[in-house]
C-alpha cells in the first residue's frame, strides 16, 4: 500500500491526535539556528544536542554514570539489535529498557530500517515489510511497521521511531518507490502504537533529491506525530549535498517540532547542520573512533597511537576539562592504545564524548546569544587536520 492510496480521513484522523505528554519550546532562533527544549516523561532535552549511541542497551566501554556525568541527557538504543538479542519481550520482562540499562533520563529507540539498509544482501523489501536474515546467526525474520512498533513499545523508550526504508542516495526511481513506502509505513507505524507514553517520531526519506525530499517532509509533517526525523543522510551524498538538503527540509518542517537527523555525528556536520535548523544528533562515531585510538579535538582527528605523543606530557586536548583531559597525558593514552589496555577505549570515549555534547552545550549558547555565526565560523576555522 503506498501513499497515494491512503484515505483522506485516515490521515486527518492521525494530524488531530497530538500527544500530550511530548511538546517542544521553541526558546530562541538565530538563522536558521534553533535552541530549544523538549518535554518528555523521563525529562527535559535541551537542544542542539549530541545523544550517545548505546546500540546494545550499553554505551560502550562506559558505566550510565559515566555517560551521564558527561552530560548526556539522551541516550540511543537498537530496536533491530535488541529483538535479536535478548528479545524485546525479555527486556520488557525486566521493566523495560530504563530499568534493564539502569538510565533514567530519555531513551530513543531506531526501528531497525538503517540496520536493514546495512544489510542489504540478507534481506528482501516488499510493500509490507522486510524479510531478513539474522546476522548473529542467519536465522530468518519478519519485520513490519505494526512489528517494529510492537518491539519498541516492549523496550519502553521515550522517543520511538516509525519504520522506514533507508535507499542508496543517487537511484531517483527507487528513491521515489522507497518514500512512498515509508510514508505508508508511517501511516501504519501510527495505527499500530497502543502506548501513549512514547512519541513516535516520523522520518523523511528521499535520497539527494531536493523535490523528493520536499515532498516527504509534507507527507511526514501533515501526519503531525511529536518529532521529525530526516533518515537517509551521510550515507554516501557528497556533504555540500547533505547541508543543501538540510536547506530545503527547514523550508517545510514544522518550526514547533524537533528536528532529528540520524547518525551524524562529526563535529563539522553537527556545526553545519545546527546552522541549518536540526535539533537532534546521534552517531557511533565517537566511540567507534575511540576503539580505533582516535580522538575529537579541537583542531580535528588525532591519531594516538602516533609516536609523536611518545614522550608528550600535555593534555589530549587543552581545551577540553573532561576526566581524560585532567588526568591523564597524551605520552599515556599513547602507551595505553600501543598496549592494548583496554583503558583506552574507556577514556577516548569519555573524551570523545565529551566533546560533541560541549560542541552541541556550546551552540545552544550560542544561539541564545545570538552569536551563532561567529561561533561556527571560529569553530570550523580550528578544525585542521593535527600533524
Request: proline letters at 5%.
Given at each position: 500500500?503506498?501513499?497515494?492510496g491512503?484515505?483522506?480521513?485516515?490521515?486527518?484522523?492521525?494530524?488531530?491526535?497530538?500527544?500530550?505528554?511530548?511538546?517542544?519550546e521553541?526558546?530562541?532562533?538565530?538563522?536558521?539556528?534553533?535552541?530549544?527544549?523538549?518535554?518528555?516523561?523521563?525529562?527535559?532535552?535541551?537542544?542542539?544536542?549530541?545523544?550517545?549511541v548505546?546500540?546494545?542497551?550499553?554505551?560502550?566501554?562506559?558505566?550510565?554514570?559515566?555517560?551521564?556525568?558527561?552530560?548526556?541527557?539522551?541516550?540511543?538504543?537498537?530496536?533491530?539489535?535488541?529483538y535479536?538479542?535478548?528479545?524485546?519481550?525479555?527486556?520488557?520482562?525486566?521493566?523495560?529498557?530504563?530499568?534493564?540499562?539502569?538510565?533514567?533520563?530519555?531513551?530513543?529507540?531506531?526501528?531497525g530500517?538503517?540496520q536493514?539498509?546495512?544489510?542489504a544482501?540478507?534481506?528482501?523489501?516488499?510493500e509490507?515489510?522486510?524479510?531478513f536474515?539474522?546476522?548473529?546467526?542467519?536465522?530468518?525474520?519478519?519485520?513490519?511497521?505494526?512489528?517494529?512498533?510492537?518491539?519498541?513499545?516492549?523496550?519502553?523508550?521515550?522517543?520511538?521511531?516509525?519504520?522506514?526504508?533507508?535507499?542508496?542516495?543517487?537511484?531517483?526511481?527507487?528513491?521515489?518507490?522507497?518514500?512512498?513506502?515509508?510514508?505508508?509505513w508511517a501511516?501504519?507505524?501510527?495505527?499500530?502504537?497502543?502506548?501513549?507514553?512514547?512519541?513516535?517520531?516520523?522520518?523523511?526519506?528521499?535520497?539527494?533529491?531536493?523535490?523528493?525530499?520536499?515532498?516527504?517532509?509534507?507527507?511526514?509533517?501533515?501526519?503531525?506525530?511529536?518529532?521529525?526525523?530526516?533518515?537517509?543522510?551521510?550515507?554516501?551524498?557528497?556533504?555540500?549535498?547533505?547541508?543543501?538538503?538540510?536547506?530545503?527540509?527547514?523550508?517545510?518542517?514544522?518550526?514547533?517540532?524537533?528536528?532529528?537527523?540520524?547518525?551524524?555525528?562529526?563535529?563539522?556536520?553537527?556545526?553545519?547542520?545546527?546552522?541549518?535548523?536540526?535539533?537532534?544528533?546521534?552517531?557511533?562515531?565517537?566511540?567507534?573512533?575511540?576503539?580505533?585510538?582516535?580522538?575529537?579535538?579541537?583542531?580535528?582527528?588525532?591519531?594516538?597511537?602516533?609516536s609523536?605523543?611518545?614522550?608528550?606530557p600535555?593534555?589530549?586536548?587543552?581545551?577540553?576539562?573532561?576526566?581524560?583531559?585532567?588526568?591523564?597525558?597524551?605520552?599515556?593514552?599513547?602507551?595505553?592504545?600501543?598496549?592494548k589496555?583496554?583503558?583506552?577505549?574507556?577514556?577516548?570515549?569519555?573524551?570523545?564524548?565529551?566533546?560533541?555534547?560541549?560542541?552541541?552545550?556550546e551552540?545552544?549558547?550560542?544561539?541564545?546569544?545570538g552569536?551563532?555565526?561567529?561561533?561556527?565560523?571560529?569553530?570550523?576555522?580550528?578544525?585542521?587536520?593535527?600533524?
Open positions: 500500500m503506498l501513499t497515494k491512503l484515505p483522506r480521513d485516515v490521515l486527518v484522523g492521525l494530524a488531530e491526535t497530538p500527544m500530550s505528554d511530548f511538546h517542544f521553541l526558546i530562541a532562533q538565530d538563522g536558521r539556528g534553533r535552541a530549544g527544549i523538549f518535554h518528555t516523561p523521563h525529562g527535559q532535552l535541551e537542544t542542539p544536542l549530541f545523544a550517545p548505546g546500540t546494545q542497551a550499553t554505551v560502550k566501554a562506559l558505566t550510565p554514570k559515566q555517560v551521564a556525568e558527561l552530560g548526556a541527557t539522551l541516550v540511543l538504543a537498537n530496536a533491530y539489535h535488541l535479536l538479542r535478548p528479545g524485546d519481550q525479555r527486556v520488557a520482562d525486566m521493566g523495560g529498557l530504563h530499568t534493564f540499562m539502569n538510565w533514567s533520563g530519555p531513551i530513543l529507540t531506531d526501528s530500517g538503517f536493514l539498509f546495512s544489510l544482501d540478507q534481506r528482501v523489501v516488499d509490507g515489510g522486510v524479510t536474515r539474522s546476522h548473529l546467526d542467519g536465522s530468518e525474520h519478519r519485520l513490519t511497521p505494526a512489528k517494529a512498533i510492537a518491539i519498541q513499545e516492549n523496550l519502553g523508550a521515550d522517543i520511538i521511531m516509525v519504520l522506514d526504508e533507508c535507499a542508496e542516495p543517487y537511484d531517483r526511481k527507487y528513491n521515489e518507490t522507497a518514500m512512498q513506502r515509508t510514508h505508508a501511516v501504519q507505524s501510527l495505527e499500530a502504537q497502543t502506548r501513549d507514553d512514547q512519541a513516535l517520531f516520523g522520518i523523511v526519506q528521499g535520497g539527494a533529491f531536493p523535490d523528493l525530499r520536499r515532498e516527504s517532509a509534507r507527507f511526514i509533517a501533515a501526519l503531525n506525530t511529536p518529532g521529525i526525523g530526516i533518515g537517509g543522510l551521510s550515507v554516501g551524498e557528497r556533504k555540500d549535498e547533505t547541508y543543501s538538503i538540510l536547506e530545503v527540509l527547514d523550508e517545510e518542517l514544522p518550526e514547533q517540532r524537533p528536528r532529528y537527523l540520524m547518525g551524524v555525528g562529526a563535529p563539522e556536520d553537527i556545526v553545519e547542520s545546527v546552522r541549518r535548523g536540526v535539533d537532534i544528533f546521534d552517531s557511533v562515531l565517537p566511540t567507534r573512533l575511540a576503539r580505533h585510538h582516535t580522538a575529537l579535538t579541537h583542531n580535528g582527528r588525532l591519531n594516538v597511537r602516533s609523536t605523543l611518545a614522550d608528550d600535555s593534555a589530549l586536548d587543552s581545551k577540553c576539562d573532561c576526566y581524560t583531559c585532567a588526568n591523564f597525558s597524551r605520552a599515556y593514552l599513547r602507551h595505553l592504545a600501543i598496549s589496555e583496554m583503558l583506552s577505549a574507556t577514556l577516548l570515549s569519555i573524551h570523545n564524548l565529551q566533546c560533541l555534547i560541549d560542541l552541541t552545550r551552540l545552544r549558547e550560542a544561539i541564545r546569544g552569536r551563532l555565526t561567529a561561533y561556527a565560523d571560529e569553530y570550523l576555522r580550528q578544525l585542521e587536520p593535527l600533524e
